[in-house]
């Protein structure tokens, strides 16, 4: 099981590709304020993707009250990876998907292990699920994710590792 934040979502969305989520975790749960992020605001890169994952039962979507935990970490990342890993935390679940990486180092130091758009991509490479990384590192890269080309190599590197 996972909780996915937004920029994720968007970036898997914007290359088709938000189907490798069920295929790599057995749940993925989505706080209501996420998917309004990606969908609320018109037709957003990746919104409709993202809503098409939700109808067809890829992600779920969690309708997660305003806790006091979520207003601690609101003062330290954005409102959506605040209640991403509020409801980690509240769920037990230990993995969240993420690519913020204030939000990585806030998650982990609360115990969580997070994944980010790059990571689902190596590990379905590994797996298996998709045969060539490079189109793939190239369209995320197209859509806004930003990656040094050394950051770039060792991805590619770790995707070919057993």
Known sequence: M???????????????????????FDSVLVPGIVFHEVTGFGERP????????KD?????VIDFARTERVDRLVELVDAGEAYAIALAIERGITQI???DL???????????????????LVQAKRRGLIT???????????AGLR???????HIEQL???A
């Open 102 to 120: 204030v939000g990585r180092r806030l998650s982990q130091s609360r115990g969580l292990a997070p994944i980010g758009t790059l990571g689902v």
């Open 46 to 53: 990746g919104a409709l993707a993202v809503r098409a994952a």
């Open 2 to 24: 996972i909780v996915a934040d937004a920029s994720p979502l968007i970036f898997l969305g914007r290359i088709e590709h938000l189907f490798l989520l069920p295929e790599l």
């Open 56 to 60: 067809q039962g890829l992600i779920k």
């Open 97 to 99: 998907l993420m690519d």
């Open 159 to 161: 995707a070919e590792q």
């Open 132 to 142: 060539d990384l490079k189109p793939l590192l190239d369209a995320v890269e197209s």
């Open 147 to 153: 990656m040094t080309p050394t950051l770039r190599i």
